[in-house]
């Protein structure tokens, strides 16, 4: 372990979430350890801006959740706490230890495979580096000096740009197979080299995904393709064979036929551009692309068995959707764009003049006319429809605005249909 005194690094509270400060100083001042840990300390190291600020301490989940009115206890798997802050939330993990010991048996447990199914033991700052993933995700930013621990080489390997596991590689990917996402997720964001002892195991234990529920998955797949590296992250996930994972039916097709590796390819560039420019992407029109190859394809197969275009195309979309919840389920709000998005393209193309206004107004038509744009950008010929859509708009700019402008007015809440606080983070 090595600590790195305030003087000597450039992290200063100001860079830290004023929400993550009041936790540190809150925990510190009723005695206890705090420390802020992983992500935030690794990018504010690399001068970026950290996504979240998580922080770990000794206190026990049961403690924290006393210390804040405003925290709830959450997970099974691996207990932690969230204190909510209106809609920043920052995670408070009890620092983890040894499994060896009776105790630890009781709170942990592993299956057959050696995945991890519970990790609830507790222990000190010493053994809660070791049970965390990669070394530059070991470093400790210390609430009672301001200094950095950094454990297992951390530091070393955040400056040689490594991504390295702590421990032993095959070992930690058993225990929690998301780890082999997450090398590839930081490679592609940090720009960084996944060390070779760290990348060998990985094609190999790809197919341990299977054992991680299909919702973790998507939460995952979020992660890795709306941080603005898809492109990277696509590249490396399939050189590592994780793609297939994730999305095995569309690796099919992409070996088969290269249209389609560039339309995916195009759309997380121009997803990439938009997240550097600060806008918003749905997760939906990722999936719309994603499985557009697979819903061709299907539909071809059922058209060569005799089934009439339209219907093996509506069923096509069905087959593709309901076979993919098994790999990454895909919520409900979700599917019903990506459908919205897939039974539009005909109608964009086709422009049927008493549709028209329908189709415009419609409050998912930006995401169609965004699909219908990229297929036309990726070489398919679509008669110009894409030009004329764009046109389309611009001539009829009122008609967008009066139906947002309904739209604003039909979500204002009325007091007879207010509903309960759901619980849960916000999305
Ligand atoms: P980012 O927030 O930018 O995605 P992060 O490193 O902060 O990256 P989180 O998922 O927020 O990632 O997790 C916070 C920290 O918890 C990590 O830095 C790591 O130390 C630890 N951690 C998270 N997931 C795992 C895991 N599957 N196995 C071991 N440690 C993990
Ligand atoms: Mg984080």
């Given at each position: 372990m090595q600590i790195i005194p305030r003087k000597e690094h450039d992290i200063s509270r100001d860079d830290i979430s004023e929400n993550a400060v009041k936790v540190l100083y809150r925990l510190k001042k009723a005695g206890y350890e705090a420390y802020l840990v992983g992500g935030g300390v690794r990018d504010l190291l690399l001068g970026m801006h950290p996504k979240d600020f998580d922080v770990a301490t000794n206190a026990s989940p049961e403690q924290v959740n006393k210390l804040f009115r405003n925290s709830r206890l959450i997970g099974r798997r691996f207990r932690l706490v969230h204190v909510v802050y209106g809609r920043d939330v920052i995670e408070v993990a009890t620092l983890r230890g040894h499994h060896d010991n009776a105790e630890g048996k009781q709170q942990s447990k592993t299956s057959d495979s050696g995945m991890l199914l519970r990790d609830n033991v507790y222990g000190t700052i010493d053994e809660d580096a070791v049970r965390r993933d990669f070394t530059i995700n070991a470093l400790y930013y210390d609430i009672k000096d301001f200094s950095v621990r950094s454990y297992e080489g951390g530091i070393q390997d955040l400056k040689r740009k490594n991504i390295r596991l702590i421990g032993d590689p095959e070992t930690r990917y058993r225990e929690d197979p998301v780890r082999m996402l997450r090398a590839v997720r930081f490679a592609a964001k940090l720009n960084f080299k996944i060390a070779s002892n760290t990348a060998a195991p990985i094609k190999e234990l790809a197919?341990?995904?299977?054992?991680?529920p299909a919702a973790r998955l998507f939460d995952e797949v979020i992660k890795l393709f709306l941080a603005g590296y898809a492109q990277n992250t696509f590249k490396l996930l399939e050189e590592y064979k994780l793609f297939e994972q994730l999305f095995p039916h569309t690796q099919q097709c992409l070996n088969e036929n290269d249209f389609y590796r560039r339309m995916i390819n195009n759309a997380l560039v121009n997803s990439d551009e938009r997240i550097a420019q600060g806008k918003t992407l749905t997760p939906a029109f990722l999936y719309a692309v994603f499985l557009w190859p697979c819903v061709l394809e299907t539909q071809k197969t059922l058209e060569a068995q005799g089934m009439p275009a339209a219907a093996a195309y509506h069923q096509a979309t069905s087959q593709v959707l309901s076979n993919q919840q098994a790999h990454t389920s895909v919520p409900r709000r979700f599917t019903e764009v990506i459908r919205h998005i897939w039974d539009s393209q005909r109608r964009l193309e086709r422009r049927v003049k008493k549709h028209l206004e329908s189709i415009l107004t419609h409050p998912k038509f930006r995401a169609a006319y965004d699909f219908l744009l990229l297929r036309e950008q990726t070489g398919e010929e679509l008669a110009g429809a894409g030009k004329w859509w764009t046109q389309y708009q611009k001539d009829n700019a009122h008609l967008i605005e009066q139906a947002k402008s309904q739209a604003r007015e039909r979500r204002k809440p009325r007091s007879s249909d207010r509903r309960p606080r759901r619980r849960g983070p916000a999305q």
């Open positions: 197919p341990l995904m299977s054992n991680i």
